[in-house]
């Protein structure tokens, strides 16, 4: 069975500073990897995914992840945050038999001006 | 284009009383529809998944359960609340079974069971 583990429940960080959230998933067989995230009171929103090829996926609003199959993580980062991206971040996995996603805690990433 | 409807938005319940949620997709065909249940600190945890008209899976023992009357209509119940049901649920969609598709969420409904 798969799990997703984000060790870091709240991030705070200052506005223009950079920021990591970390991810890490076990899983006996291949898997794809995606990011969500959610502002408050509303669904989530798909920020990248990885699915094969470039270990280094880019997605919306300047973030991007690296998977790292060695380390099973598959961290998400951004060099610069603004205000606006103040909310929650969750980390998912799917294995390529199933059509089930599996999330992780979610990580709440304030940003302060 | 795709959307997705969640109703209501939120909701306030007694405990031991009926709940229906309600969830509709447009735009697209056939599916895979899924229920998620977010409560605090807990993150999203699976509730169902239907692949189509008919066909449940229950992911966890609960309270609940769900029912997919037509191809685009995707139901969640109970008969009795207990305050433990309360949290955020929302609905999602798939457009194929192919696992890299994403999931495209709807915008939830706020439970709480007083």
């Known amino acids: 069975a798969q799990s997703v583990t984000q060790l870091d429940s709240q991030v705070p960080v200052f506005e223009e500073a950079p920021v990591e959230l970390r991810c890490n998933y076990s899983?006996?067989?291949?898997?794809?990897l995606f990011w969500y995230v959610q502002y408050p009171n509303q669904g989530l929103q798909l920020l990248l995914k990885y699915l094969s090829g470039s270990t280094l996926v880019k997605g919306i609003n300047g973030f991007e992840a690296e998977f790292n199959k060695s380390q099973t993580s598959f961290h998400l980062r951004k060099p610069s945050v603004h205000i606006s991206d103040t909310a929650e971040y969750f980390c998912?996995?799917?294995?390529?038999?199933?059509?089930?996603?599996?999330f992780g805690t979610g990580t709440r990433l304030q940003v302060f001006p | 284009s795709q959307t997705i409807h969640q109703w209501p938005a939120t909701l306030v319940q007694p405990v031991g009383s009926p709940l229906s949620l309600e969830c509709t997709v447009e735009g697209t065909s056939n599916p895979n529809l899924y229920w998620y249940r977010q409560a605090a600190g807990r993150g999203l945890q699976l509730l169902f998944y239907s692949v189509g008209i008919g066909q449940i899976s229950s992911e966890v023992p609960q309270n609940l359960s769900a029912s997919r009357p037509q191809d685009r209509q995707f139901i969640l119940s109970s008969k009795k609340l207990l305050l433990s049901d309360s949290g955020f649920y929302l609905c999602?969609?798939?457009?194929?079974?192919?696992?890299?598709?994403?999931?495209?969420f709807g915008n939830g409904t706020r439970l709480t069971v007083t």
């Open positions: 999602a969609w798939r457009g194929d079974t192919i696992p890299n598709s994403p999931l495209h």
């Open positions: 998912a996995v799917s294995d390529r038999d199933t059509d089930k996603l599996i």
């Open positions: 899983s006996s067989v291949s898997v794809y």
